[in-house]
């Protein structure tokens, strides 16, 4: 045996007793995204729906919340921010008279079936 061969040897054996310890270990697994159940109304659909019902502009109901005149229409056509506050949602859903569920709020606790 040549001192090249041995090498060899040692070097497949370091690598099965590495990936043996890296299973052993076990893998994290990737983060993954809360499933949103799809039945119920999209939150900026749905806004967009309602302030289209209304004849409101979006920066009047912006300024409405306290907030910069385009900020609804960037929740809307950009998805800035992810979501909208709660009360935010809460004083949306009264402005228009509608119950906060056909708003697009989500119950985040709930198990998508």
């Not at 590495?18 to 159940?37: F, K, L, S, V």
């Amino acid at each position: 045996m040549t001192a090249g061969s041995a090498r060899t040897v040692v070097y497949d054996r370091w690598y099965l007793e590495e990936r043996a310890r890296i299973e052993a270990r076990g893998r994290p697994r990737p983060a993954t995204r809360p499933r949103i159940d799809k039945r119920e109304a999209d939150p900026r659909a749905a806004l967009a729906a309602a302030i289209g019902r209304s004849g409101e502009s979006y920066s009047a109901l912006s300024r409405m919340l306290g907030r910069p005149g385009g900020y609804l229409r960037r929740f809307v056509v950009d998805g800035v921010p992810r979501a909208i506050q709660p009360d935010e949602h809460r004083r949306l859903a009264d402005f228009f008279g509608l119950d906060e569920r056909a708003l697009g709020v989500r119950n985040l606790w709930a198990r998508a079936s």
